[in-house]
Every structure is written in C-alpha cells, then in structure tokens.
C-alpha cells in the first residue's frame, strides 16, 4: 500500500506565500508524475501542477509564474511554492502521484486547506 502525506496549508493573506510538501511511502517500485490539484468549494477538482520523474512540468495558466514545483526523487517527495497568492487560490489541496507498486495506478492526499484572505 501507497500512502501520500501532505503539509503545509493554512491562512494567508493575498500577496503572501505558502509551501506544500508531500512524501509518499509504502511498497514502491518506481514513481511517474507527481503534483497538484485543487478544489475550491462548489467547484470541480482542478489541475495545479504536475511533474514527471524527468523534471518536465505541466502548470495551469491560473498559476504559471507564482507557483513553482520541485521534486526530490531520493525522498520520493514533491513540494509547491506558492507566492503571489489570491483569494481565488483558496481551495483544498489534493498531493497526487502514479506509482508502481505491482501495477501503475493513482494515489491521492488527504487534502490541506489553503485559505487566501485578508
């Protein structure tokens, strides 16, 4: 079994910066893409970030230039700077990753509350 554990969220006020941190454990062999997504209330989960075992990124438009991912493979842990942030940034934040355990399949967070507001 795979368990992802996030943290790292908590209230902000606009303008201002948060880091998210996410370590996967468990029975893995290998890991593809890790990163994030969101959910703000009444609304779908949306992509975040992602990031593949090589570096390559995918950002949403909404947080290109003000959030950065990274990756230490070593630690099998995926972090998001978040600077500039907007009251529309608000939203629970989901860790994903695609891991090898016998089989590839998809691993969530328990989610962090990020709550942009003055």
């Known amino acids: 079994q795979v368990q992802l554990a996030e943290s790292g969220g908590g209230l902000v006020q606009p303008g201002g910066s948060l880091r998210l941190s996410c370590a996967a454990s468990?029975?893995?062999?290998?890991?593809?893409?890790m990163g994030w997504y969101r959910q703000a209330p009444g609304k779908e989960r949306e992509l975040v970030v992602t990031?593949?075992?090589?570096?390559?990124?995918n950002y949403a438009d909404s947080v290109l230039g003000r959030f950065t991912i990274s990756r230490d493979n070593a630690k099998n842990t995926v972090y998001l700077q978040m600077n500039s942030l907007k009251p529309e940034d608000t939203a629970v934040y989901y860790c994903y990753s695609e891991v090898l355990v016998t089989i590839w399949r998809e691993y969530w967070g328990q989610g962090t509350q990020v709550t942009v507001s003055s």
């Open positions: 468990g029975s893995i062999s290998s890991i593809n893409d």
């Open positions: 990031i593949n075992h090589a570096g390559t990124t």
